[in-house]
């Protein structure tokens, strides 16, 4: 039997098993990592070819292996599958794929736990999820959206601008995605129009420590009470960079407001206006990825887990890291740490003060 399984190998789960190896656990005896997809990279090697590296939030160092400086231009996807890749080989990380994971179950409050794969089962003391959100896009439901006549696509399944030349998109969603999509398209030859539920969150405040310090204590304040994870923009607003100052001046990044309703040629908005358009693009971001935790009964009466730090207060067995407060890499990165010391003690491994302390990368 294993000690820890970790479930997907982004940046949440790769920081988990690299503290895991470097405190004392063995890789394949102790430790294995189980990834749904082909190659190295997460969610980031699903990402749209036009996110750039130097257009993508920022990519935080994993632990004991800085990133460097990539070009600005290459895309973000390339990058990242490259580092991650690179990283698993440098520490000797037990990475297994692609193994998809159906579900995690136990037949006891205080025995093993289950892994149950597409590809065999693994019994082990512990659980760390690392399985974030990309695989669970959020469709939200608006009338008439089964009766719509042209393409619906969702930042999921993103490719191209230059697939909508000459067509009209109805961007939907206050994000950065749809702020990022808005300007490719309107740069593609495409004409757009853009729907929020509330007026956008620009703010001027430096995307800084600071500000990643706030936005991650309001988010655990959330987990901590056990309330579903809110969209990312709720807690960090849009930054007010010069190419999106330039994009509101020019009448691009301008929400008509709040979307009513799909028609079979476009879309119907709260003020009653009717736009005619050949596309949606839902731009409305993702949730959990835990439905193989389900078993476990972990959710509470509001919907979400109840969290403190990477603990899942419903069953010890279990730690989320990039989940909540550490859904940004450097979040993920840090969860990653705190998880595999958590485990350590868990395991009664022991936790040597000195040694933390050390251990920092």
Known sequence: ML????IGAGQAGLSAAHHLLRRGLEPEEDVVVLDANPGPGGAWRHRWPSLTFGGAHGIHDLPGMALGVPDPAEPASSVVARYY???????GLPVHRPVAVRRVESASDDGPLEVV???GTWRTELVVNGTGTWDR??????PGREGFRGRQLHTHDFRSAEEFRGRHVVVVGGGTSAVQFLLQLDA??????????????????????????DVERRVDERTRAGLPTASVVSATGLPLTPEYRAGIEAGILAS?????ALTPDGARLADGREIR???VLWATGFRPALDHLAPLGLREPGGGIRMDGVRVLADPRVLLVGYGASASTLGATRAG????????????????PHRVGAAAS
């Open 117 to 119: 794969t597409d590809s």
């Open 137 to 142: 896009p959020y469709w939200p439901y608006y």
């Open 3 to 6: 000690k820890v399984v970790v």
């Open 85 to 91: 890749g690179e990283y698993e080989r440098r520490f």
């Open 256 to 260: 008509a407001g709040p979307l009513e």
């Open 337 to 352: 740490r705190a998880a595999a010391l958590e485990a350590l003690r868990l395991l009664g491994a022991g936790e040597l």
């Open 277 to 279: 358009a050949d596309a």
């Open 188 to 213: 593609a030859g495409a004409t757009t129009t853009w729907v929020t539920r509330r007026p956008p969150q620009f703010t001027q405040r430096p995307f800084d420590a600071r500000w990643g310090r």
